[in-house]
């Protein structure tokens, strides 16, 4: 099956936080998943340097804008390689290839856009207004930030044209939003009538001209949000010539396409998105994978409150896998979950070194002192695995991470309780071998997507490829090293 998976594209207006890495990180989980199953796909992240906060930005700290985006856009394209992260793709917003598919597609839905005049309260974070229903006291909701009054003339895109065939679409489950929460919050939006036509452009002069030019009207740029949405089209090469890029192959012929996205941006993903592709005539998304957000120690991670914690500062504790771990294990993707670098230092070692990384080294250890060949014919832990397996994938089909990586380390806790109660460093019998080398075989497959370095060494050190061979020779000269020191 081919698969398109996408990150959303975080504003650079900033450094990179652990919010924008948990989204990347579960987003390379559920793509090594799908690789791991056979199936083609192509992994696409990026960052999004358009809009009003980005030119503020760079004008507070001084620097020029492309000065400016090129820094910061580096600060996260970095965490491709920090985190082993495997994108196949990394868009730019102001890259002339995302320009090339803005422009496209805006000619495509020209026959729903029209000139008309704005006034209301917007907030240059969210990069969105809001009516005086919504916010009486004049306040963002999520960036509690005062809102500004602006009145000005740009272009509307005829939305309003398209709910009812999206509310459609959302009910029937045609778009598969998760969890089911959100899907009843989406559709709650839809019924409030707040939902209007969509403001898609802003003047040029407030921007000073940084953004995406209108085609055929340069006094007006291109709504962030309008042109930051097609980055999933022109990251494959929307736009482009045709047949240069990966568009019809990965956009149009796909089996499935995921979104996966924070809940500060659902109503962008879950009505705007599905109403443009509906006006251009192009293939809709499948699922849209809504997480929740990391509060630290209690508190909303905040520069003002100085709690904003950096990806770099949990390689300097821990590494790249015991990082990779914490995210895909720990914190409930469905519910704000709260970080402390305690938590995380006590997972990292209680839970990754003192129980997953000891039970291999245990079972190496046992296995050198072991016979040297095994036959495969009894497995004392076969009805664990197959429950764990079943569980496993039951919950990555919910797109759970955390459910099923938890079944996961309970076939761990019950390993090494089965070396404990059954003495095996005195010895065993070859059903018992036989049993730890299952117990490897599978924690390697189980915890490949988010452990691929350590899941190939386990793999490589096991010299087994094949369970239903008639039996397996131990390598007694691999000297096998901890993986989590």
Known sequence: MRYFVSTS???????????YLWEAILADVFVRFQRERGNDVFFLSGVDENGLKIYRSAQSKGWSVVEFVQETSNQFFKLKKEFNLSYDGFIRTSSPQHQAGVEKFWQMVQKDIYPGYYQGWYCVSCEDY?????RPDRFCPIHHKRLEELKEENYFFRLTKYLNQIEDIIKQDKIKIRPAKRKKEVLKMIKSDQI???????????SQGWGIKVPDDPDQVVYVWFDALINYL??????????SGNFEKYWQEAGAIVHFIGKDIFKFHTIYWPAMLLAAGLRLPDEIIIHDFFTV????MSKTLGNVIKPEELLTRAGVEPSRYYFSTQPNQFEDSDFSLNHFDAVCQNELKNEVGNLVSRIFG???????KIKLDQNLFEKEINQTSLNYFANFNQFDFRKAFAVVFDLVKNANKFIEEKK??????????????????????FYRPVMPEASEKIRLALDLTDLNSESVFINRRNNFEPLFE
């Open 424 to 445: 095996l460093w005195q010895g065993g019998s070859e059903a018992d071998f036989k049993t730890l080398v299952q117990i490897l075989f599978k924690l390697a497959e």
């Open 297 to 300: 120690e209690g508190e909303k």
């Open 234 to 243: 022109s990251g494959l090469g929307f736009g482009q010539e045709e047949g």
């Open 196 to 206: 209007k036509d969509l403001s898609v452009s802003r003047s040029a002069k407030r």
């Open 9 to 19: 594209i975080p504003y650079v207006n900033d450094q990179p936080h652990i919010g």
């Open 130 to 134: 809001f009516t005086l229903e919504e």
């Open 366 to 372: 046992l296995l050198k002192k072991g016979p040297a």
